[in-house]
């Protein structure tokens, strides 16, 4: 039989099964449409970051730090002007706002720029073109969000710190900003020039402070970027720069898709930026370090899309799964369509057709309609991604432009025609054993279609199943472990789920009783007859119980996470940023008003010398010992107490001696180091052990310190918790400000107080707990909603999977209608046998996904979220429930035509 014979004879063949076959390839459109719905969007927005890198940066280069620039940038920055090099800052911190006219108050995010920011994009507001007064008056633009919280509106006196403003408008689109920064705390746009009125940034203030560059045109290349970065960073911080160098000179340094840049000739780098003769080998001895970091536009997008690809890996397994499960749709249904076809091929075969060409006629049809499947779930995947940005547009700090991306469709329809085709061939591979006898001697399907588990061409397929499946997953994640171990993962919910199954029929074969109702008996029979489809049933709807009870559960546990230590922390209105001369007024105030002062805690800024004696410069240099480089560089907030808070656990070592026997132990060694208890963590990135020798420099003072104990600290708690914790004497008389926890009635009581606060001590922050933990709420609802959407995307890809598993038995339950009706059984029994077998089918798929949900959503929050996991058991049983209706509903309305047809019209149709 020639290739255009075949594929004629494909053609007419299918012309009774195309729509049934349509169906079985529909379950493959699902895991499409995810794939290409999630490669296709992480396309646009990859695509989006690199057209508005600029914007993102707001310049073509960036200084950033978490304290004032020293002067050393400063100078820089004027010798850069020089060179034609425009420059706009911007200092962030939180601070709180108090409307006037309403008194209310709220914790706020300002951002005080300088003129010429953004270089790139524009900050729109309402009214339009309102920003181009910002420097020339006292006003602000604030976060819509922020004048419902006050009960304010535009024209309004807004008060941050010493200085009233005029709120002129509201902000909308903001250069590099994403939405969800709102919900985290509004936004207040001011001009810089008002900052020093505000009085807010004092000692000890937190604030982050960046210069953006403007370049001109033969300096904004990447290259000459790079360079010019490279040349800011020796004469900002010599050390910093010559490790960074070793540590790229030794390939370790991360490149973007581009790979290496050439450098720039000489003449390029202006002078501003060229460097000290000895700055490039990093041995300035006196070279102080500054903690200044140069950002170029390449870091930029480096960063952000490498978070969009690993936000892209995560979301893929959820395609893969739904894709894979569409596969076993596949294979179910093609199960049923060659059950039809044993007639068809033994005629065929008669006609001289051998068991070759009988493959290969309807591995072209399962193919063509793989295909048809694929190129359905391309389309609803190209529709889903044009929604996408709906859902997840608050996350995302620019503005995404859609385009259909060539490459994930293609590969997306691939995909779903191979895995369509490779699920398809091991039930086809049957076919070849179909004997011509067939035609005059009919026998049952299982008898008809002979499967040996040592028949090559099986076992071939099956090992070319699991490597599609393995290579996918691979190609996918990026990486051979991780592929492996997600694969393995796959692999393992399969098999306990297939475990699940064949208890089942073995439990069903041997539990029943004949005091049961009949039609119960027959329904839990028909679950152990032959060609029974419980594992493929259970399969499918235990993955989609099991998607959706993992991603509710981990939702509901950091919810409930959240509210437990709220509910457990010391008071509920917390204040930072109180100086020194504050603390003492604060407390009067406070108490004056019957509002305790449960917690009072000093706060010293400090940053690591050296471990052991050892340099810090010295240990990043050494490579020998893993040690995390954060933690050497940070700087640390720490405290002293005497006692262990209630957020913290001893787990090492031995806690600070009381205070008679330290003052006397210090008497006696007055130059002995001080004690110091490290988070147990923290110890482990630094290397650290008990008795180790910590100096610190702390604001210019250097304090020798000794290891005593490690702490476990339960950094969920809404009270001030601490790395490292000193033994009083070390810091008392070290400068410090302090963190407040009160107590104050929720309501009026909380606002009043936070009103006067504000107005005496205007630098001083306030945060309502309570407010907090609706804030985390509102992130986490916004996180879940897109989790959730590609949740329901699953469950709506189980469906057709379903339909397929229960197509795939229609011939054995048609027959098995037909006798029941001989037999004298009314519809309403025929009914009643069927809910009982697709009940108990659902129940065992809802509840086994609902145990692998719990172990699943148990390792996530233990070992991802590091929180202690507590099962919402209650709804987690609605959501099985609701899986088991939606099982008995779709079993109903496949199986209408065995339980309404006639007996004749059944037995015609049989």
């Known amino acids: 039989m020639t290739t255009q014979a075949l594929l004629r004879l494909a053609w007419r063949e299918s012309r009774t099964a195309r729509r049934r076959l349509a169906l079985y390839m529909s379950s493959i459109a699902f895991g499409v449409a995810a794939l290409v719905a999630i490669d ?537 940023d109180v100086q020194d001369d504050q603390a003492a007024p604060l407390d009067s105030l406070l108490r004056a008003r019957q509002h305790p002062v449960v917690q009072q805690t000093p706060i010293v800024t400090m940053r690591i010398d050296a471990l052991n004696g050892r340099s810090v410069s010295s240990l990043m240099a050494d490579t020998s010992a893993r040690r995390a480089g954060w933690a050497l560089r940070r700087e640390y907030r720490s405290t002293y107490r005497d006692s262990i808070v209630g957020s913290e656990a001893l787990v090492a070592g031995k806690w600070f001696a009381d205070s008679a026997t330290r003052a006397k132990s210090r008497a006696s060694s007055p130059d002995a180091p001080f004690e110091v208890s490290f988070e147990r963590d923290l110890a482990t990135d630094l290397g650290v052990a008990l008795g180790d020798t910590v100096t610190w420099n702390v604001q210019g003072v250097p304090v020798t310190t000794i290891v005593t104990s490690f702490r476990t600290v339960n950094w969920a708690r809404f009270e001030a918790n601490f790395f490292v914790v000193f033994a009083p004497e070390a810091l008392r008389r070290a400068p410090q400000q302090f963190v407040v926890v009160a107590n104050v009635p929720a309501g009026p009581a909380i606002a009043a107080v936070q009103r006067d606060i504000v107005r005496r001590f205007p630098n001083i922050s306030s945060v309502d707990l309570t407010l907090v933990r609706q804030t985390i709420g509102a992130i986490v609802d916004k996180v879940t909603l897109a989790i959730r959407f590609l949740g329901l995307f699953s469950l709506a890809m189980g469906i057709p999977v379903l339909f397929s598993a229960v197509a795939a038995t229609r011939r054995a339950r048609l027959r098995e209608g037909v006798l029941l009706r001989t037999l004298g059984a009314s519809r309403a029994q025929v009914a009643r046998v069927l809910l009982a077998e697709y009940g108990a089918l659902g129940a065992l798929g809802a509840l086994t996904g609902m145990v692998l949900a719990f172990a699943g959503a148990w390792g996530l929050t233990r070992f991802v979220f590091k929180d202690p996991f507590d099962p919402a058991v209650g709804p987690t049983f609605v959501i099985a429930a609701g899986m088991l209706l939606l099982t008995m509903a779709i079993g109903l309305l496949t199986s209408r035509d065995v339980y309404k047809e006639t007996p004749m019209a059944a037995i015609r149709e049989a």
């Open 40 to 576: 296709s969007f992480a396309g646009n927005v990859t695509r989006s970051i690199r057209a508005q890198s600029r914007t993102l940066l707001g310049g073509d280069m960036a200084l950033q730090a978490r304290a004032a620039f020293p002067a050393v940038v400063d100078t820089l920055l004027d010798s850069l002007r020089t060179d034609n090099i425009a420059t706009s800052r911007v200092t962030t911190f939180a601070s709180m706002a108090l409307a006037e006219p309403s008194g209310g108050t709220r914790l706020v995010q300002v951002r005080a720029v300088s003129p010429g920011y953004p270089f790139y994009g524009e900050i729109e507001t309402i009214p339009a073109n309102a920003w181009s007064r910002v420097h020339n008056e006292s006003i602000v633009f604030v976060d819509p969000s922020l004048l419902v919280a006050l009960d304010a509106s535009v024209g309004d006196s807004l008060r941050l710190g010493q200085k009233m403003f005029a709120i002129a408008g509201t902000l909308g689109n903001v250069p590099g900003d994403a939405g969800i920064t709102a919900v985290i705390g509004p936004r207040v746009y001011v001009s810089d020039t008002w900052l020093d009125a505000t009085a807010l940034l004092k000692f000890g203030s937190r604030a982050e402070y960046d210069v953006v560059l403007k370049l001109p045109a033969s300096l904004a290349t990447p290259a000459a970027a790079k360079t010019m970065a490279r040349d800011l960073r020796r004469r900002i911080d010599p050390k910093a720069a010559a490790q960074q160098e070793a540590q790229e000179a030794r390939g370790e340094e991360r490149r973007g898709p581009g790979g290496e840049d050439e450098p720039p000739a000489a003449d390029s780098v202006p002078k501003a930026v060229e460097p000290a003769p000895d700055s490039a080998s990093g041995l300035v001895s006196g070279a102080v370090r500054t903690r200044v970091r140069v950002r170029t536009v390449a870091d930029t997008e480096r960063d952000f899309t490498e978070s969009v690809a690993r936000l892209a890996d995560f979301l893929s397994i959820i395609g893969l799964i739904a894709l894979l499960l569409g596969g076993i749709g596949v294979a179910s249904g093609v199960n049923a369509f060659v059950s039809a076809k044993i007639d068809t091929v033994a005629v065929l075969r008669c006609l001289g057709a051998t068991s070759r060409q009988v493959l290969a006629l309807y591995v072209v049809q399962s193919a063509a309609m793989g295909l048809v499947g694929a190129i359905a779930g391309t389309l609803l995947g190209v529709a889903v991604q044009f929604l996408l940005p709906g859902v997840v547009s608050d996350f995302l700090p620019i503005d995404v432009e859609l385009a259909l991306e060539p490459r994930p469709l293609i590969l997306g329809l691939a995909t779903g025609v191979w895995v369509s085709l490779v699920f398809a061939m091991r039930p086809l591979l049957a076919l070849r054993r179909v004997s011509p006898l067939q035609a005059i001697r009919r026998e049952m399907d299982n008898t008809a279609l002979p499967r040996e588990w040592n028949d090559p061409a099986r076992l071939t397929v099956d090992a070319l199943l699991v490597s599609s499946i393995i290579g996918i997953v691979v190609s996918r994640i990026g990486s051979v472990r991780q592929g492996l171990y997600i694969s393995a993962a796959i692999g393992g919910a399969v098999l306990v789920l297939w475990i699940a199954a064949s208890l089942l029929i073995a439990a069903a074969r041997r539990s029943t009783r004949p005091s049961w109702p009949f039609e119960l008996r027959q329904g839990i029979a028909n679950l152990h007859r032959p060609a029974n489809q419980t594992r493929a049933v259970t399969l499918a709807l235990g993955f989609g119980a099991f998607l959706l009870s993992t991603v509710y559960l981990v939702q509901a546990n950091l919810l409930s996470r959240v509210q437990a230590t709220s509910a457990g922390s010391a008071g509920n209105l917390l204040f930072f």
